[in-house]
């Protein structure tokens, strides 16, 4: 029988954060919801689902340290987005600092797949850095690393070409790529903390399918209702919008996210895994017919 624990959550009100809370607050578990905005609408709706909402920043370790305090465990989530890889890397090492200071007895930290592989990819290495910051805390603690987000079919960067029937990414059509449904994330840590101490010291890449461009546009076609054609997003044109992207494919074409998606599951029954076409059909696609609000992963 699991015993309810106090988690801190960061991010609480994003994509990775807020499905983490979902699936504690689902479990039983209290939930502490940590945000820079605690009027925000989304917060409220943690609220009413029975969180506790606690204003902080990482830009404020004190008050990070301020909300850990006398939780069970922590969960902290990072990004680099809007303000780069170096302050990610900053942030987050006073997060996990915090958490030490705290005395919070497991701390789960989202990175990326294969961020410990020197893949030279700057949002990738910023994770790492962050990684061997709490490997050298010596605070007991899992690194869960996840793939590329399912999700990401519409973020704000490819959501108006899939309204006109395309999907593009920087791979070509038939090659591969692992996936994860954001929801599963949640799970997975839910279930990384009730496993508590089995699991500290540990690292896991986690992902739920495997499938080529065209396949994922076969699959989008059939879930919206409408025609969906894959469309490779070329590197030179890639490395001119955003270079940072661009050295991303090429590593996804070189090399490539490795998880052993079988093992991966069968160690894990209690996570209910998203094959693509599954997610696809649980979408709510009428974010086709307005502005996307789906955030970046």
């Known amino acids: 029988m699991t015993t309810n624990k106090t988690i801190l959550v960061t991010g609480a009100t994003g994509q990775q954060g807020g499905s983490v809370a979902r699936a504690l607050l689902g479990?039983?578990?209290?939930?502490?919801?940590?945000?820079?905005?605690?009027?925000?609408?989304?917060?409220?709706?943690l609220a009413a689902a029975g969180a506790e909402i606690v204003a902080?920043?990482?830009?404020?370790?004190?008050?990070?340290?301020?909300a850990a305090r006398g939780a069970d465990a922590m969960f902290v989530v990072t990004s680099f987005w809007g303000n780069g890889p170096e302050v990610e890397t900053e942030q987050g090492i006073a997060a996990v600092q915090a958490a030490k200071a705290a005395g919070v007895g497991h701390l789960v930290f989202s990175s990326v797949a294969d961020a410990n592989k020197a893949t030279g990819i700057p949002h990738f290495e910023s994770k790492y850095r962050i990684e061997q910051a709490i490997t050298a805390l010596g605070?007991?603690?899992?690194?869960?690393?996840?793939?590329?987000?399912?999700?990401?079919?519409?973020?704000?960067w490819g959501i108006e070409a899939l309204r006109n029937g395309i999907y593009a990414f920087g791979l070509p059509a038939q090659r591969s790529n692992q996936l994860i449904a954001v929801a599963d994330i949640g799970a997975f840590v839910a279930?990384?903390?009730?496993?508590?101490?089995?699991?500290?010291?540990?690292r896991f890449d986690i992902a739920g399918d495997q499938l080529s461009g065209t396949e994922q546009a076969a699959i989008l076609a059939r879930a919206t209702g409408r025609p969906v054609h894959y469309q490779e997003i070329p590197l030179a044109a890639a490395r001119q919008q955003d270079p940072e992207s661009?050295?991303?494919?090429?590593?996804?074409d070189r090399v490539g996210y490795d998880v052993d998606i079988p093992a991966l599951h069968q160690a894990f029954p209690e996570v209910r895994w998203h094959a693509f076409d599954a997610w696809a059909r649980d979408f709510d696609w009428s974010a086709l017919a307005a502005p996307s609000q789906a955030a970046n992963g």
């Not at 479990?27 to 709706?45: D, Q």
């Not at 605070?139 to 973020?155: K, L, Q």
């Not at 279930?191 to 540990?202: Q, T, W």
């Open 139 to 156: 605070i007991p603690h899992t690194i869960v690393a996840p793939v590329a987000f399912m999700e990401n079919v519409v973020a704000p």
């Open 27 to 45: 479990k039983g578990h209290a939930v502490r919801a940590l945000t820079r905005n605690p009027g925000t609408e989304a917060a409220r709706r």
């Open 246 to 252: 661009a050295i991303m494919f090429e590593w996804f």
């Open 56 to 66: 902080g920043d990482f830009s404020d370790p004190a008050s990070v340290e301020r």
């Open 191 to 202: 279930a990384v903390i009730e496993r508590g101490a089995s699991l500290f010291g540990k």
